[in-house]
Each structure stands twice: as C-alpha cells, then as structure tokens.
C-alpha cells in the first residue's frame, strides 16, 4: 500500500513539473540570451540618449554579456558613462568589449564595470577632457583594460579576442601611463 501511494505522490509531481515548466518558460521566466539581450537593450535606451541604430551597432557586445549573466544596470551603467564622455560608435565598442573581456577573465560584472569605467575617466583627464577621436580613446581603453589585465593570472587578455566591431582585438598605444588606474584587480 505504501509503495502505491509513493508513486502516486511521484506521478504527480512529475506531472506538475511537466506543465509548469513549460508554462514558467512561455511566460518568460527563463535566462536564455536571446530574451536578455533584449533587457540590455532597453535599459541603456532608457539611460543613454543613443538612436536605435547605435544600440543595434553594440548588439554582438549586449550578446556577450548576456551570455555571460551580466547586470543589465551595470552595463547600461557603463554606456552611460562612455556617451557622456564622447565615446560613441566604435569607441563604445570597445568600452563594452573591455568589460565582456574582464569578464572573461573571471571579474564580476561589478568590478568589470568599474575597472573599465575608471580607465575611462583615466583616459579622458589625460586628455584633459577634450576627446577629439572617440576611436583612439576606445583604443586607449582597450590597450589600458589589456595591460591591466595581463598582470592577472591565467594568460594575455588579447589571446581572449572578440568584442571589436571586426569580432577580433583592437590595438592601441598608450603613451605614459596614462590610464592606468593603480590598483590590483
């Protein structure tokens, strides 16, 4: 008789699952990219001035940080943080794919988010101010987020690629040590 109802309580949890699941999925509660992806979209035109062709221009960058979980705020956060200064189009690229690429390295999408958005404001007083080329600061950004980087454990953060609008790595020079923040990550 036990051995009855042990499977009868089984049937019915397994037949609960079987329909909520797929209820929970259709009505969005899932974490797949492609509906993130969408979030990361909507927070940063809600907190950026960007036309919808400029945030479809970052969209392989959006898709890197869903995939990896980001905190759509935190990135949108970031965006903000680079158009205030002048750093659209492919300098904005590059300010994301900085971060997707600390985040590969194994940073939080938090500690990502501030690296990169210090060297940003590094990057900017060296230039007191006047970014007169947003790609050569997105360059800089790169070049100064990859120096940092390489001092972490695990090998060079350029050999990690993707992010640049060509989908590999974005050179760059620096000169002096402008843009580098001091602190160990």
């Known amino acids: 008789m036990r051995k009855s109802n042990f499977f009868r309580l089984a049937a019915a949890f397994g037949l609960l699952f079987a329909?909520?699941?797929?209820?929970?999925?259709?009505?969005?509660?899932?974490?797949?990219?492609?509906?993130?992806?969408?979030?990361?979209?909507?927070?940063?035109?809600?907190?950026?001035?960007?036309?919808?062709s400029d945030i479809d221009a970052i969209e392989p960058q959006l898709n890197e940080f869903a995939q990896r979980d980001a905190d759509p705020q935190a990135v949108s956060d970031l965006a903000k943080t680079a158009v205030d200064n002048d750093c659209t189009g492919p300098c904005l690229r590059d300010v994301l794919a900085s971060m997707s690429t600390a985040m590969q390295?194994?940073?939080?999408?938090?500690?990502?988010?501030?690296?990169?958005?210090?060297?940003?404001?590094?990057q900017v007083q060296?230039?007191?101010?006047?970014?007169?080329?947003?790609?050569?600061l997105g360059s800089d950004i790169r070049a100064s987020v990859d120096s940092q980087l390489a001092?972490?454990?695990?090998?060079?953060?350029?050999?990690?690629?993707?992010?640049?609008?060509?989908?590999?790595?974005?050179?760059?020079?620096?000169?002096?040590?402008?843009?580098?923040?001091?602190?160990?990550?």
């Not at 909520?20 to 974490?31: D, I, K």
């Open 19 to 52: 329909v909520a699941a797929p209820s929970a999925y259709a009505a969005g509660e899932r974490t797949g990219a492609g509906a993130d992806v969408e979030k990361f979209k909507t927070q940063i035109q809600e907190d950026t001035d960007l036309s919808q």
């Open 105 to 122: 390295r194994g940073l939080s999408d938090s500690d990502a988010h501030d690296m990169v958005s210090q060297t940003l404001r590094d």
């Open 126 to 136: 060296a230039r007191e101010g006047e970014v007169t080329d947003p790609a050569d």
């Open 151 to 185: 001092g972490m454990p695990g090998g060079e953060p350029g050999a990690m690629g993707g992010g640049a609008a060509d989908g590999g790595t974005t050179g760059g020079t620096m000169s002096g040590d402008a843009g580098q923040t001091g602190k160990a990550y």
